[in-house]
């Protein structure tokens, strides 16, 4: 049975880094700091710099990052995502270089002009889409083949699922930092906990995850 | 040696409720969900009902609790907690009854007039002042005579000793719910994790403790 994921990063307070496409740092200054216990795991060492020595953390942090790998069938994103916003012109393969880390179908939101998919190394199809989500859901799911849906981001589209009633399952990964500014993660999402069970669960580098998980 | 902390309560998304004293329900809807865990707490239950039948739970919750009334020797708060907005006349004792839960010498921040000091039951004493929070916090601290300063809140008053640096220990208790309203818990403390070490507990309410201690 198909489920439909969401994977976020927090501060403390609330926050997750702005993007900006545009810039020589697209991801900001706090991203670091926001994402260093998921880029210390053996998992992310692995799946992302291809680094098969065994070294980085393999504790609960790893644990986690591992499921994000996990199980994914076919893969949603928004625009900005994709890069879309930062080089619109027809064609551009996204920022994600040669072999992007998702090997499943991929579908971008883009309210622009329709354009062809895009076959990458590695078993990436980038599909562009313009429909309602709910829409770019089904077709994600049949896709998907029975495996996960994962709804990648950026912040902005997942809480356009989450809002939605969409989503199955949310883990956000909540760094013991305090930022004080970028764009807020649980804006529009009050009282979930009543349509999703919540656990929380500190790992070793006093990372906080909390799980959302839908009510039977 | 006097440390100076700080208890306080926060939904995920990083909002304490909002409190309207002039109201019939001066907590707001969200407080009694925000406070949950806090309230089914034997040491509450001991505390602020008088309830000795040993009720109430017993774990890692109620050692937060247990730790909030232990030690204090003076209590700063601000106009509001004491409630002199919605009771601006001279001479009115708090609405915190005839027995407040203190039990030391109170400091109520006020920029109104001078008003003489109030003596309660239990050994409270209300004392108002209109001085800089570092002249109060001074004052305090000698009062204290050794035990710790329990900055009791509202939140701008809370975060007013935080940003000012003057704040050894801060516990949030952080219920599992998404509240999307009420006032800001971080708000102005971006950082705050390079001058105190933070840690963070999961109760078995589900509920997340993060606590900041002072750096060495």
């Not at 702005?18 to 740092?25: E, H, K, L, R, Y």
């Not at 090997?103 to 329709?114: E, F, K, R």
């Not at 495996?147 to 981001?153: S, T």
């Amino acid at each position: 049975m198909t489920r439909v994921r969401i994977d976020l990063f927090s501060s403390l307070d609330g926050f997750t880094a702005a993007p900006d496409p545009t810039s020589d740092n697209p991801m900001g200054d706090d991203w670091g700091p926001l994402t260093a216990a998921y880029a210390e795991t053996r998992t992310f060492r692995e799946k992302v710099f291809g680094d098969t020595s065994g070294a980085g953390t393999t504790g609960l942090d790893d644990a986690h990052a591992r499921a994000f790998f996990d199980g994914v069938g076919a893969e949603i994103m928004g625009a900005a995502m994709f890069g879309l916003h930062a080089h619109p012109e027809d064609g551009w393969a996204g920022w994600w270089g040669d072999e992007p880390p998702f090997g499943c179908p991929v579908y971008v939101l883009t309210s622009s002009a329709p354009r062809a998919e895009i076959s990458m190394a590695g078993g990436t199809t980038f599909h562009f889409r313009s429909g309602a989500i709910e829409e770019v859901l089904d077709e994600a799911t049949v896709a998907a083949g029975g495996l996960d849906v994962r709804v990648g981001g950026g912040i902005r589209t997942a809480q356009e699922f989450l809002r939605a009633g969409l989503v199955d399952d949310l883990h956000v990964q909540v760094a013991p930092i305090i930022l004080g500014r970028g764009n807020s993660v649980w804006e529009g999402l009050r009282g979930l906990e009543h349509t999703h069970a919540v656990k929380s669960e500190v790992s070793e580098s006093g990372t906080i995850h909390v799980t959302f998980t839908r009510k039977a």
